[in-house]
């Protein structure tokens, strides 16, 4: 009676993860195919690859309060120059990790990259977002998002996760978990140059 049952799991198991596997992959080509036919009307100076959360493909363009100042902040304004994006939460553990990394290359790469961190604020609260701000010494733009909007639509899975983007708005690496310093340091030259 033991052996049919076990059976029975695996077969539910193998089947719920070839239909997630499933959905993932049409979501994404779906996204893609949308992308590249959104693609073919990019603005001067702004790559013609499809839009997608990956590697080789243009970022997805966002939109999202800033705090402190309440200001929108809209990455579409900052194509033409290279753009660090981390995703991150005042709990997560190896946020806490990279976090002084990061402020240590704003000192060396604030003047040549545009640093962007978004606080997926949907799984966190404003007051652990400030005090996390606060005690790391976070002077650059944070954006909120509150919705958790901007951390599905990249795609972000594990916290943090990081994406660098050139110039032309092209993601050219990402980074899933936290970062190490010389990582960071590296991809940051690379796309400041």
């Known amino acids: 009676m033991k052996k049919p049952l076990k059976w029975l799991w695996v077969g539910t198991g193998a089947a719920l993860l070839i239909a997630v596997v499933g959905t993932v992959t049409l979501k994404q080509n779906s996204l893609v ?16 690859v ?27 304004k900052q194509i033409g120059k290279p753009i660090f994006i981390n995703f991150w939460t005042s709990w997560c553990i190896y946020c806490k990790l990279e976090t002084p990394y990061i402020v240590q290359a704003y000192k060396q790469y604030g003047d040549k990259v545009v640093f962007l961190s978004v606080n997926v604020t949907a799984q966190d609260s404003m007051a652990d ?22 951390t599905n639509e990249y795609g972000v899975i594990g916290l943090p996760t990081s994406f660098f983007v050139n110039r032309q708005g092209v993601i050219v690496a990402t980074n899933v978990g936290a ?15």
């Open 129 to 150: 977002m400030e005090q996390f701000v606060k005690q790391y010494g976070i002077t650059w733009p944070v954006a909120l998002d509150t919705k958790g909007t901007v």
């Open 33 to 48: 195919a949308s992308s590249i036919a959104s693609s073919a009307n990019a603005a001067p100076g702004v790559s013609s």
């Open 50 to 76: 499809a839009v997608a959360p990956q590697t080789g493909y243009r970022m997805p363009p966002f939109k999202l309060q800033e705090y402190p100042d309440n200001q929108t902040i809209d990455t579409e």
């Open 179 to 193: 970062i190490s310093k010389e990582n960071l340091m590296a991809e940051l030259e690379r796309i400041s140059k």
